[in-house]
């Protein structure tokens, strides 16, 4: 088993900056790739970007050259790094994490005013 617990979501205004964070705990040794996914009002939950236990990274077109994904040294935090925030940006972030099944977290909620 895998928890994730998701922090860092806030209210902010168009163009700042917020960090989203993951712990995870358990299993971690068993994660092959940790994502971040967001749902806004009205929509399907959507990827926003994964990193692999090899470190490899993918984004979704929407978020490219303005989001960053990493992970921890210990293998047991991901972030999300994410700048030049506009309105569409908002959302629930949720933290998943796969090995063998999917575990997600109880998401974050990220507002962007315009």
């Known amino acids: 088993q895998v928890q994730l617990v998701e922090s860092g979501g806030g209210l902010v205004q168009a163009g700042e900056s917020l960090r989203l964070s993951c712990a995870a705990s358990g299993r971690i040794f068993s994660i092959t790739r940790m994502s971040w996914y967001r749902q806004g009002p009205g929509k399907q939950r959507e990827l926003v970007a994964t990193?692999?236990?090899?470190?490899?990274?993918n984004y979704a077109d929407s978020v490219k050259g303005r989001f960053t994904i990493s992970r921890g040294s210990a293998k047991d935090t991901v972030y999300l790094q994410m700048n030049s925030l506009k309105s569409e940006d908002t959302a629930v972030y949720y933290c998943n994490a796969v090995d063998t099944t999917l575990y997600w977290g109880q998401g974050t909620q990220v507002t962007v005013s315009s």
């Open positions: 990193v692999t236990s090899g470190g490899s990274t």
